[in-house]
């Protein structure tokens, strides 16, 4: 079955990106599925760039493990990447930059792009587009839809560029043609045929606030989700919304707060250091109980840590972070399709709900692309919130105690239904009673209420792979999901008796699926990117069970192995038997 | 922007949650300004959203019959800017104090006065904090003991129409909260104006820091021929401070935030489809 990953490496800023989104659009268009999976450095122009895209034709759950091709424009990719390439996988270099070591196990095609595009083209820019033409040619990718990719994607700078690019596309696979081919890769077409959307985690989550009904966003520049951002600053003016750029990340949900109070689906996406200012106003919107989408995409803490490596690391701040008794809901993403749905459950729950959604992505998964289903927003329903009925405006209580816990909640320009959005406890009208004891608690109750229908919705949500009653269990959340599925499924594989649960609601926890996943386990590993394991730690005050936490915290994702690894460490400390596997015929 | 069809007494905007505050002080004289402010303008309560921050000021929405919004410390303008994004046909006024809105939200304000979105933003100035029990705030003189400046202040005040006025807020004046019909005008002007209005209110704290004796003797009228446009000679005046001046140092009109939001809605829709199905072509 075709499986490949390519790897292109380079200097920041030289199209290493670039030459990555358009390898990944080709391929998608050539109908395989792809996954990538992108590190760049903090700098704007220099360091190291790399971008690693993985096509096949069945589906794709992880960036994959070894490389088949590398691509490396200069000697510090080389270095940096060689190791990763299988045996019998290529090297594709630049011969101008470098000259590798030889390596009979890799098979090694040194190009000279640099002065291919300085002579042939007599642009030097256009060295990464050499190298695609390379690609295409040694491997068998799709001449003609790279041919329509760069007329797509330079036709708005004219003719001119246009016929550069292609002329470089050219130059490259005619330098190909003349290479003896050595290697046994060979892509040709993928076996899909239905239409399929490329998507970063970010744009799905952004194309998912829209179907929600989101039309007003208000956020301030932060890595990696600025693009967010700048994704609906383009879209929401089209369908009447808008983006306002704010001074910080307090004005952002400030403006957030004001906007759901005044009746419209309003969000902010930040990370950490961003989400730490907010903290504050997510009391507020809990005590106001008003409705708010909060997205955290998060990245490598504390303080500025590493802006653009990936980490699960704000799981506590995003449940605990504010002073006082303060319910919310926080959930958290799983791959890029989930990013468009998650999202629309999200604007429901907060809706539903009039409280504020926590939505944890992070740079793994905000940054990478992957070819998704076109969505179909009609299979989340939308959730309103409750509104009061003309009865009910007689004598209006904005916080009236009800059987359920959620309120009626009015917006301005409704007669009758004037109240104070109230930051000090107050009484069920909603005037100040910074003094009743009493009062305090019955409106605590009141907000941690909303928690048992939560709860119901978390149950539903939750996600099994493997064997459903295992004896080596497998809890993740967020971004992990994928790469334990595939861990999961190795390990089955193997004979293991092993199965994964995945919850897509943190908080308040899916306890009910928990328990029963739980019990019957011999041993049950949480894998997750941080360092003191978050979500193990919010398990381990709900369940008396030695959970063996899994953690990565170097900045960058799991790969399967890694916990298919501590998956067979587990089964072997537990003495749980490998299931004999049928004979293969 | 709509308006009541009845007439309506400034008292019909009066709740029945009584002022915490101490007896004398300056904010009533603001709140029944206020009050006057919105009679006079047939300001329809359901289509009023009074937005504070925290402080004596702060408690202010719930003296008033309509929608309002009691938010955090030094929030008031991003919370009123999303108030009316949401609902541009909403009368938004925000009110604070100037701890609230000078210190711990003063990073607010430059932005809001550059956006100029249409409401009018009330700071009822003390020069203390009133609620915490008289510590020197951000327009205290030099010199002010308090609590925690056991010795003295020995830090500048900053001149809020000065600053305003720097940051091109649209609209800038300054009241007196013992001068209510006045004031009940300025608001009113404010109220008026198209943009960010800033109005100034010196709102002496009867407790901590009363203000009362010393200020008829400061009082001061802007010059007859003031010309409210000239953003030089607004500036020269606001920084005139052995006076204290009351009117309208300045007032332009300029594009308001939401004209501008409508005008990018409008030419967005007119070229591209409000579909999501159109959205998802782009990635395909």
């Known amino acids: 079955m075709t499986?490949?990953?390519?790897?292109?490496?380079?200097?920041?800023?030289?199209?290493?990106?670039?030459?990555?989104?358009?390898?990944?659009?080709?391929?998608?268009?050539?109908?395989?599925?792809?996954?990538?999976?992108?590190?760049?450095?903090?700098?704007i122009k220099g360091g190291h760039a790399n971008y690693q895209v993985r096509a096949s034709n069945a589906l794709l759950l992880s960036q994959g493990a070894a490389v088949d091709v590398l691509v490396a424009f200069n000697e510090e990719a080389y270095q940096k990447h060689a190791q990763d390439v299988r045996s019998g996988g290529a090297l594709v270099y630049d011969a101008d930059s470098f000259t590798p070591p030889a390596n009979g196990a890799v098979i090694h095609y040194g190009i000279p792009m640099t002065s291919l595009a300085t002579e042939k083209v007599g642009v030097k820019l256009t060295k990464n587009i050499v190298a695609l033409g390379v690609l295409s040619r040694l491997f068998d990718i799709s001449f003609e839809v790279f041919e329509d990719l760069l007329k797509e994607r330079f036709a708005r700078k004219g003719e001119a560029i246009v016929q550069k690019n292609l002329l470089a596309l050219r130059v490259g696979a005619d330098y190909a043609v003349q290479q003896p081919k050595r290697d046994d890769i060979r892509l040709g077409r993928g076996s899909r045929k239905t239409k399929e959307l490329v998507l970063s985690g970010n744009?799905?989550?952004?194309?998912?606030?829209?179907?929600?009904?989101?039309?007003?966003?208000?956020?301030?520049?932060?890595?990696?989700?600025?693009?967010?951002?700048?994704?609906?600053?383009?879209?929401?003016?089209?369908?009447?919304?808008?983006?306002?750029?704010?001074?910080?990340?307090?004005?952002?949900?400030?403006?957030?707060?004001?906007?759901?109070?005044?009746?419209?689906?309003a969000m902010t996406a930040t990370s950490g250091p961003g989400y730490s200012l907010m903290t504050e106003m997510i009391g507020l919107a809990v005590v106001a109980e008003l409705p708010a989408v909060i997205v955290d995409v998060q990245r490598v803490g504390p303080s500025t840590g590493m802006p653009t490596k990936t980490e699960q690391g704000d799981l506590y701040l995003a449940v605990y972070g504010g002073h006082g008794n303060c319910p919310r809901i926080v959930m958290a993403l799983t791959s890029v399709e989930d990013c468009f749905y998650g999202i629309m459950r999200a604007f429901n729950l907060a809706e539903q709900f009039q409280m504020p959604v926590i939505v944890l992505s992070d740079q793994y998964l905000g940054h990478r692309k992957a070819t998704v289903p076109v969505p179909d927003p009609s299979t989340v329903p939308l959730v309103e919130r409750r509104k009061p009925t003309t009865e009910e405006l007689r004598g209006y209580q904005r916080y009236r105690f009800t059987p359920d816990h959620i309120s009626p909640m009015s917006a301005p320009g409704m007669e009758g239904g004037g109240y104070v959005a109230e930051g000090l406890e107050h009484t069920e009208i909603g005037y100040p009673a910074a003094s009743d004891h009493e009062n305090h608690l019955r409106l605590t109750q009141k907000r941690y209420g909303k928690f048992h229908a939560v709860e119901s919705i978390a149950n539903e949500l939750v996600r099994f792979y493997g064997e459903a009653h295992p004896e080596i269990g497998v809890i993740g959340w967020g971004s992990t999901e994928g790469v334990i599925r595939e861990a999961v499924q190795m390990a089955q594989d193997q004979g293991y008796s092993v199965g994964a649960l995945h919850?897509?609601?943190?908080?308040?926890?899916?306890?009910?699926?928990?328990?029963?996943?739980?019990?019957?386990?011999?041993?049950?590993?949480?894998?997750?990117?941080?360092?003191?394991?978050?979500?193990?730690?919010?398990?381990?005050?709900?369940?008396?069970?030695?959970?063996?936490?899994?953690?990565?915290?170097?900045?960058?994702?799991?790969?399967?192995?890694?916990?298919?690894?501590?998956?067979?460490?587990?089964?072997?400390h537990v003495h749980s038997r490998r299931r004999d596997l049928a004979p293969k015929l | 922007m709509s308006t009541a069809d009845v007439e309506i007494l400034p008292q019909s905007y009066k709740t029945d949650e009584?002022?915490?505050?101490?007896?004398?002080?300056?904010?009533?004289?603001?709140?029944?300004?206020?009050?006057?402010?919105?009679?006079?303008?047939?300001?329809?309560?359901?289509?009023?959203?009074?937005?504070?921050?925290?402080?004596?000021?702060?408690?202010?929405?719930?003296?008033?019959?309509?929608?309002?919004?009691?938010?955090?410390?030094?929030?008031?303008?991003?919370?009123?800017?999303?108030?009316?994004?949401?609902?541009?046909?909403?009368?938004?006024?925000?009110?604070?104090?100037?701890?609230?809105?000078?210190?711990?939200?003063?990073?607010?304000?430059?932005?809001?006065?550059?956006?100029?979105?249409?409401?009018?933003?009330?700071?009822?100035?003390?020069?203390?904090?009133?609620?915490?029990?008289?510590?020197?705030?951000?327009?205290?003189?030099?010199?002010?003991?308090?609590?925690?400046?056991?010795?003295?202040?020995?830090?500048?005040?900053?001149?809020?129409?000065?600053?305003?006025?720097?940051?091109?807020?649209?609209?800038?004046?300054?009241?007196?909260?013992?001068?209510?019909?006045?004031?009940?005008?300025?608001?009113?002007?404010?109220?008026?104006?198209?943009?960010?209005?800033?109005?100034n209110v010196i709102s002496p704290c009867i407790t901590f820091y009363n203000t009362y004796k010393m200020m008829p003797a400061r009082l001061g009228e802007l010059p007859k021929d003031h010309d409210v446009t000239n953003r030089v000679k607004a500036f020269e005046l606001a920084l005139q401070t052995d006076k204290t001046y009351l009117g309208v140092f300045y007032q332009v009109r300029q594009p308001t935030f939401e004209e501008g939001v409508a005008n990018i809605i409008k030419s967005a829709q007119a070229s591209s489809p409000p579909r999501l199905e159109e959205i998802f072509a782009e990635f395909d």
């Open chain 1, 3 to 43: 499986d490949y990953v390519f790897r292109v490496g380079g200097e920041g800023g030289e199209g290493v990106i670039s030459t990555g989104e358009l390898l990944t659009l080709t391929l998608a268009r050539a109908g395989f599925e792809i996954y990538t999976f992108r590190t760049y450095p903090a700098e």
């Open chain 1, 203 to 265: 744009e799905s989550l952004g194309l998912g606030a829209i179907a929600a009904g989101c039309r007003i966003y208000a956020g301030y520049p932060i890595t990696p989700a600025t693009d967010i951002m700048e994704f609906l600053a383009k879209e929401l003016p089209k369908i009447g919304g808008y983006v306002v750029q704010t001074e910080d990340e307090i004005s952002a949900v400030g403006v957030v707060l004001g906007a759901s109070y005044a009746g419209k689906k």
């Open chain 1, 503 to 572: 919850t897509k609601i943190l908080y308040p926890q899916p306890l009910a699926k928990l328990t029963e996943f739980i019990n019957g386990t011999k041993a049950v590993i949480i894998p997750e990117v941080n360092f003191t394991g978050q979500f193990a730690t919010l398990l381990r005050k709900r369940f008396a069970y030695d959970f063996i936490q899994l953690n990565k915290c170097v900045g960058l994702p799991f790969t399967p192995k890694e916990i298919f690894d501590k998956i067979e460490e587990a089964a072997n």
């Open chain 2, 18 to 199: 009584h002022p915490i505050w101490c007896p004398g002080c300056g904010d009533f004289g603001v709140l029944s300004s206020l009050y006057n402010s919105l009679a006079g303008l047939k300001i329809n309560p359901k289509d009023l959203v009074v937005v504070s921050g925290i402080g004596c000021s702060g408690r202010t929405p719930g003296f008033i019959k309509s929608y309002g919004f009691h938010s955090v410390h030094g929030r008031v303008l991003p919370v009123a800017l999303g108030v009316k994004l949401a609902n541009p046909s909403l009368h938004v006024i925000g009110v604070g104090g100037d701890g609230d809105g000078f210190a711990i939200g003063g990073g607010h304000i430059p932005h809001a006065a550059r956006r100029n979105p249409g409401f009018t933003y009330l700071v009822m100035d003390n020069s203390t904090y009133g609620l915490t029990k008289g510590q020197y705030s951000p327009t205290s003189p030099v010199g002010f003991q308090a609590g925690s400046t056991p010795y003295g202040n020995i830090e500048q005040p900053i001149n809020p129409l000065a600053m305003l006025i720097a940051y091109g807020a649209t609209f800038v004046g300054q009241g007196y909260s013992g001068k209510p019909r006045e004031l009940s005008d300025l608001i009113t002007k404010a109220m008026e104006h198209k943009g960010f209005a800033f109005v």
